[in-house]
């Protein structure tokens, strides 16, 4: 019992131990500096934004612009230091934790400001981004060609900015009245005199601090943008090809093919050689052929494109102004199999196939850019970076 009682009497000692002295003035004096190397991090930030400012300026349309001038704000980061030292501040018990704020201080401010003075309102060196389609390239006499262009600019574009000009092959020029919507240009050409030949055009799109953007080409209108090569025409059989010829200008990407029997459903066609545009091959195998008739084929060619972020689809047709006339022979295959459908890119996102019965090319299909880093996040990324090397090479050297 006396054990147990003397075991408690130890238990109730009290325990030597001291709360530490609050140092008020060392406190006070520490946050001081740390105030003060912030404010001059950030004055200092500001200053060389403003001197990369104009070599920015200076260095517009040169090689390496961005680079050349990031140079130049990541190693000035170094005088920091000479600053500090030339006012006097204390920089005993600095430590890492209070270079990193300094470095990263001055160097976002650098940034952020230097941003600033790049873009409107206080600084424009960008002239409008002009993303043009004419569909088609190459068309049939009695058709239209259809101008559509993407037109946009970090200040701004209306119409009284823009210009579209079209010289026919007799050299006389036009200039169209054409719409602008949604910064999408739309006019159709007529060609009302089924003038054959090549057309060139120009397109100017100019913002309101006069930067200009040019964009010249042509295209054509020609009587065998398109036509049924195939000698054959009687007694067609299931197993006989038809071949199409088609111009590889209706467009500079890909166009779809396709015919009419007797002003039927639409017949897609395959490419005779999948990596050329030139030449596409059917058969009466396919619905819409009869075994033992007489057919009328009309032959047709779209023209199409999409501009990114923008799900509408712009087209142009282009027809034969031919009529074909075809007698079916008296064979059972005849029409039994399923058209052709085009090439589906929900099916290739998704599954990484397409139906047994595509096309064998892709036409373009409407696409999503998505939001890519700009260089505002890649100078982010390479200042962080820079920023714990000297850190890690600052604390080699004191070890």
Not at 161 to 170: F, S
Not at 249 to 270: A, K, M, P, T
Not at 280 to 303: L, N, P
Request: charged share 20%; glycine share 6%; net charge negative.
């Amino acid at each position: 019992m006396a054990k147990r009682r003397k075991e408690e009497g130890e238990q109730q000692e009290p325990l030597d131990f001291q709360i530490p002295k609050f140092d008020e003035g060392a406190f006070i004096k520490r946050e001081r500096r740390n105030i003060k190397t912030l404010f001059i991090s950030f004055l200092f930030g500001l200053l060389l934004a403003v001197i990369c400012f104009g070599f920015w300026v200076l260095l517009v349309g040169s090689f390496l612009q961005w680079e050349l001038v990031l140079l130049v704000g990541v190693v000035n980061m170094v005088w920091l230091r000479y600053i500090f030292l030339k006012l006097n501040i204390d920089l005993t018990e600095f430590g890492r934790r209070g270079w990193l704020t300094s470095y990263a201080t001055y160097f976002f401010t650098w940034l952020l400001v230097l941003l600033i003075f790049v873009n409107p309102p206080f600084y424009d060196a960008e002239a409008p981004h002009v993303d043009l389609a004419v569909l088609p390239g190459v068309q049939e006499p009695g058709g239209t060609v259809f101008f559509a262009a993407h037109i946009v600019d970090n200040v701004g574009v209306n119409a009284q900015g823009i210009r579209l000009g079209i010289i026919d092959p007799n050299g006389t020029m036009t200039t169209p009245q054409f719409t602008f919507e949604n910064s999408i240009l739309r006019y159709t050409y007529q060609n009302p005199m089924n003038t054959t030949g090549t057309y060139q055009y120009t397109l100017v799109a100019t913002d309101v601090n006069d930067h200009k953007t040019v964009v010249n080409g042509s295209f054509a209108y020609r009587s065998d943008a398109l036509e049924v090569i195939s000698s054959q025409r009687t007694g067609i059989a299931s197993g006989d090809v038809i071949t199409i010829k088609a111009d590889g200008q209706i467009s500079n990407e890909n166009f779809r093919v396709y015919y009419r029997i007797d002003n039927g459903l639409e017949l897609n066609v395959s490419r005779k050689d999948v990596a050329s545009k030139d030449k596409y091959d059917t058969s009466a195998e396919f619905q819409g052929w009869s075994q033992d008739s007489v057919q009328t084929v009309h032959v047709y060619a779209e023209a199409l494109h999409y501009f990114a972020n923008n799900p509408e689809r712009f087209s142009n047709t282009v027809e034969d102004t031919s009529a074909y006339t075809f007698t079916t022979a008296n064979d059972s295959n005849i029409g039994t199999e399923t058209p052709l459908v085009e090439w589906n890119i929900t099916l290739y996102l998704l599954h990484r196939s397409q139906l047994p019965n595509t096309v064998n090319y892709q036409v373009p299909y409407a696409y999503n850019m998505g939001a890519t880093p700009g260089f505002e996040v890649v100078v982010a990324l390479v200042a962080i970076g820079v920023t714990l090397v000297l850190v890690k090479r600052k604390k080699t050297k004191k070890t």
